[in-house]
């Protein structure tokens, strides 16, 4: 079987005619023949010659790169001076226009006859440009720390913290020191200029205190150094108040900052180039209601008896007992607020605001007038005193061991018997409970337990138990005193609540505010509240007046010549803050002149004497007599013109 093949067969050339030749041996061209290569001219024995490319691709690409260069140029300059054009202006004006506030000048504050307490004085804040102090500007590599060598000694300051302040960056302003006196800006100046001077003679001289200002600002002074610092407070680092009346009323002292912006260059202000500013309102004056020699009176003598007693601290308050004027507030140890780093922190504050202690037996005057409004008793009921009295859990007695006494009412207040005010309070219910309840409210009435109304900053409001929270020996220990807590103002309120009639109104501290334009503003009025009857009052006054003026009384060394004096000694176990433990004592006098007028309230206390005698009639009596005699002549009083009432201290059973 015959295979049969796929493949297209080969070809064969045909031979076909013979071509003829042509002379010389070679052919004639056939049809698609290549025609024949003429021969070329000779070709030179040396190198050929070199042929260059065409320039105009080059010049192409010179030409585009340019033209894209433009491009860039031109959207970039659309862009800077149409897209973002207010942006620049912006930033522009933000370098070349620098802006700081205008401190406003704060109030003053005086005394009630316009002695100044406290003022403010010029003062400059040192500040520096630290773009003025790059190696760029200065050509120097050193230029803060150069500066800050000269700036350091003037500004009290350490050389290194100067100098990285200096070092600040992003951006134009930082503060070199707060509110320094005019004399330390002067030292500053005279340099920066005799370095300028330099400067321009001699070309090698940098002027590195060139970027360096000053701020016009103020600075808080008090003339009478520690004098009432406890009232006054003081102004911190940031020109607000830190303590007392500065910070109580920092916002009407303080005003209200002012701003200005302008153009500057190199540092210095371009006059002509404009600025717009918003003044500063300066602060108002407070006048207060103290005077200011009442209170040296008083501080210089609370200050003599605490480091005579070595005691702790200690306190003097003075009051107008008509309308509740404070006329002095003395705390000792105290602080001199024109240089706290020389304070004692302990010290800081307004002690007799501050402090919480149990009063002792000054705090008996509200027992008895508790006593006399409920009818309980008179002055003249007879009171049967034990050497010791069981109550409760405990065994009371007096702070001498005596036989019995036969005391009147009058009697038990003036030989401030413990035992005779717990049986005397005892008659205002018919069950211990229920008598608790009423003098809990009379000693509520009195302002025991509550805020003096003064919004004095760190004040107390002391501590008293509801009565039905009384423990066992509270229901006993309260009448005279202790188990409950107060604040120095509360009880010299409660003696010019007697002294007023049995009104009680509110302590003051501060009489007006006197703003920029002069207008003189009286503080509101305070708040008055009636507590127990005048006739009340009045018999309290003379049963006070047998505490001084009776021999068997307790505050002998409180009389005063030609004055009749009404008053309350007092001596208490004192509770250490420290350890919540009773340890030492707490002293005071307490009471008000002229008795049968009463014009002053005078409270002093003393806490843990340590030298001498520690009873309130020993080492308080003198302080209430010293300060008192002077308060009356300072303000006049005179003397008074009736005999004392010489009530009965004891009766023959």
Request: a positive charge.
């Amino acid at each position: 079987m015959t295979e049969v093949s796929d493949r297209e067969p080969p070809r064969r050339r045909v031979p076909g005619p013979a071509r003829p030749v042509r002379p010389g041996g070679q052919r004639r061209p056939g049809p698609g023949a290549r025609p024949a290569r003429r021969p070329g001219a000779p070709r030179p024995g040396g190198p050929q010659a070199l042929r260059l490319g065409s320039p105009r691709p080059r010049l192409r690409m010179v030409s585009l790169t340019l033209t894209l260069v433009m491009i860039a140029f031109v959207v970039r300059l659309l862009q800077v001076q149409a897209v973002d054009a207010n942006a620049y202006v912006a930033k522009a004006e933000q370098n070349r226009y620098v802006g700081r506030t205008l401190a406003a000048t704060r109030g003053g504050i005086t005394d009630r006859n316009g002695v100044e307490l406290a003022t403010s004085v010029d003062a400059y804040d040192i500040t520096a440009d630290p773009t003025m102090f790059t190696q760029d500007t200065t050509k120097v590599t050193d230029a803060p720390e150069q500066a800050a060598a000269l700036l350091g000694p003037i500004l009290g300051q350490d050389v290194d913290t100067v100098a990285k302040k200096l070092r600040t960056k992003n951006t134009r302003y930082t503060l070199l020191a707060h509110r320094q006196t005019p004399q330390v800006w002067k030292q500053i100046k005279d340099l920066r200029n005799t370095l300028a001077v330099k400067a321009e003679t001699d070309k090698s001289t940098v002027n590195f205190l060139a970027g360096v200002v000053a701020v016009p600002a103020s600075k808080r002074v008090y003339p009478n150094g520690a004098l009432a610092a406890g009232i006054l407070g003081w102004v911190n680092a940031d020109g607000k108040g830190g303590g007392g009346v500065e910070q109580k009323l920092n916002k009407e002292l303080a005003g209200k900052d002012g701003k200005i912006r302008y153009a500057q260059s190199g540092g210095r202000q371009v006059p002509t180039a404009g600025s717009t500013e918003t003044p500063a309102v300066a602060g108002s004056d407070v006048e207060l209601t103290i005077n200011r020699d009442i209170q040296w009176a008083a501080q210089n003598a609370i200050s003599e008896q605490v480091k005579a007693s070595r005691a702790d601290r200690g306190y003097v308050i003075v009051q107008d007992a008509r309308n509740g004027e404070i006329l002095a507030m003395a705390n000792s140890p105290g602080f001199d607020p024109n240089d706290l780093t020389q304070a004692d922190a302990a010290a800081l504050g307004n002690a007799a605001l501050q402090d919480a202690y149990e009063p002792g037996s000054t705090a008996k005057v509200m027992s008895m007038a508790a006593v006399l409004e409920e009818n309980a008793a008179t002055p003249e009921t007879h009171v049967v005193v034990p050497n010791r009295l069981h109550r409760g859990d405990r065994l009371f007695q007096d702070d001498v061991d005596h036989k019995t006494w036969n005391l009147t009412l009058n009697g038990v207040l003036a030989k401030s018997s413990n035992i005779g005010t717990i049986l005397a309070t005892g008659q205002l219910g018919k069950t211990q409970k229920a008598a608790n309840q009423v003098l809990y409210s009379y000693l509520r009435k009195f302002g025991i337990g509550s805020y003096t109304g003064l919004g004095f900053p760190g004040e107390t409001k002391g501590i008293l138990a509801p009565a039905d929270k009384w423990s066992t020996s509270q229901q006993y220990t309260i009448p005279f005193g202790q188990g409950m807590s107060i604040n120095a103002m509360q009880a010299a309120s409660v003696y010019s609540t007697i002294a007023n009639g049995g009104v009680r109104v509110e302590p003051t501290l501060v009489r007006g505010t006197k703003g920029p334009d002069g207008l003189f503003t009286p503080a509101s009025q305070p708040k008055k509240t009636r507590v127990v009857s005048e006739k009340t009052a009045k018999t309290l006054a003379q049963m006070l007046e047998s505490v001084v003026d009776d021999e068997q009384g307790t505050g002998a060394k409180a009389r005063i010549p030609g004055y009749r004096v009404a008053g309350k000694t007092g001596t208490a176990n004192r509770v250490d803050p420290a350890t919540g433990k009773y340890h030492g004592y707490t002293s005071s006098f307490a009471g008000f002149a002229p008795a049968d007028k009463p014009r002053i309230t005078v409270y002093c206390a003393i806490q843990n004497a340590t030298k001498g005698s520690y009873f309130g009639g020993q080492i308080c009596g003198p302080i209430y007599k010293q300060v008192m005699e002077f308060a009356l002549k300072t303000l006049q009083v005179p003397p008074t013109g009736a005999g004392a009432a010489n009530l009965p201290v004891t009766f023959t059973p």
